[in-house]
């Protein structure tokens, strides 16, 4: 899971820099997050990894935002994984300066051709960066860092340390840019420049328009970092993605092609070159949702061994709400895995469960 934003903080709207003020009153805190607990059954072809199976994922976010004298507001976030099991129990922390021509974040959160990405409609477990790894085995390396499984770019960056800023949004369209000096930094000690992709820059954009009944939104990214030494590629990644709403019908589809190395980028034995892509549709009731979703992504994986490691997914979903910030969700789905050196397995699956939000 990737770290998620809980309405703690201001929006995205603007940012004018100015001399430093004094607040009238102090920061306002709260609290805010999501915790998901599925049940289900998944048959794997691979032999003792199907069965029955109840999960939990979660996070909850501390944080809030004051208004200085000078108009500026000034916000705070810390988002802690919501349940065992995982390596570190923070997620990640920033914060956010904006004003009049714009927002400014600062700190471990994702880029912005993350967060601008735009990608098919689904309301259930999801195909598209979801955790539908967790239910079918897949024998490949190859993970959601690159197009593999998912259309939002990382490339491996891993949260680190970087400054977002994103423009007003004007007749509907938004541009943002993110700088990292270093991927997966550990610690707050000086990154090595021979032990991580240097210098990192993504660009995002992203317009949102409505006519009538009918909606559409448009995204574009892309994400590009310097390799720590000779004979290791240049990550970098772009991605496209489009919604259409007319009335209670939502179809979408978002593609991307990423290239170069993991995370530290010295794994010359790895690689991220690959492509993938979703299409999916959703119709709302009154009180429901339901779509239908597929992804299909191809990466090299290993440099070593001959042709690509690939995935493809297909689910069905419904979700519902049953009171203020709690639904009920289920996705039955069909996931098929195929690794560069000749290993496959496949599964299906019917997971249920309740998602609360607060």
Request: proline residues 2%; without cysteine; negative net charge.
């Amino acid at each position: 899971m990737r770290n998620l934003r809980y309405g703690l903080l201001l929006g995205a709207s603007a940012l004018a820099l100015a001399p430093a003020a004094h607040a009238a009153d102090g920061l306002s805190a709260g609290v805010g997050g999501e915790l998901s607990q599925y049940f289900g059954y998944v048959s794997n072809d691979e032999d003792g990894l199907g069965g029955f199976d109840l999960k939990s994922y979660g996070e909850v976010g501390f944080g809030g935002e004051l208004e200085l004298d000078n108009g500026l507001t000034v916000g705070v976030e810390v988002v802690m994984v919501g349940t065992q099991g995982e390596d570190d129990a923070i997620d990640g922390s920033h914060m956010t300066i904006g004003g009049g021509h714009g927002l400014f974040e600062i700190g471990q959160l994702d880029n912005v051709a993350a967060t601008m990405q735009v990608s098919a409609p689904d309301v259930g477990l999801g195909v598209n960066e979801s955790d539908i790894g967790d239910w079918v085995f897949s024998p490949s390396d190859a993970d959601d860092d690159s197009a593999f499984a998912a259309t939002y770019l990382y490339l491996g960056e891993g949260g680190t340390n970087k400054i977002n800023y994103y423009t007003p949004r004007m007749n509907g369209l938004q541009f943002g840019v993110s700088y990292m000096t270093a991927f997966e930094r550990e610690g707050q000690g000086m990154p090595e420049r021979d032990a991580a992709a240097r210098d990192a820059f993504a660009f995002g954009a992203n317009y949102e328009a409505e006519f009538g009944d009918a909606a559409v939104a448009v995204s574009a990214g892309y994400l590009t970092a310097d390799a720590p030494g000779e004979g290791v590629a240049d990550a970098s990644g772009f991605s496209l993605g489009v919604n259409v709403s007319v009335g209670n019908v939502t179809v979408g589809a978002s593609w991307a092609s990423t290239e170069g190395h993991p995370g530290g980028g010295t794994d010359t034995e790895v690689s991220f070159d690959g492509t993938g892509f979703d299409v999916g549709v959703a119709y709302a009731f009154e009180d429901a949702e339901v779509s239908l979703s597929y992804y299909s992504g191809e990466v090299e994986d290993s440099v070593e061994t001959p042709g690509d490691s690939t995935y493809e997914a297909m689910m069905a979903s419904a979700a519902t709400g049953i009171g203020e910030g709690v639904s009920v969700v289920g996705s039955v789905f069909h996931v098929a895995y195929a690794s560069d050196g000749g290993e496959e397995n496949e599964g299906v699956g019917a997971v249920a469960g309740f998602v609360v939000e607060f």
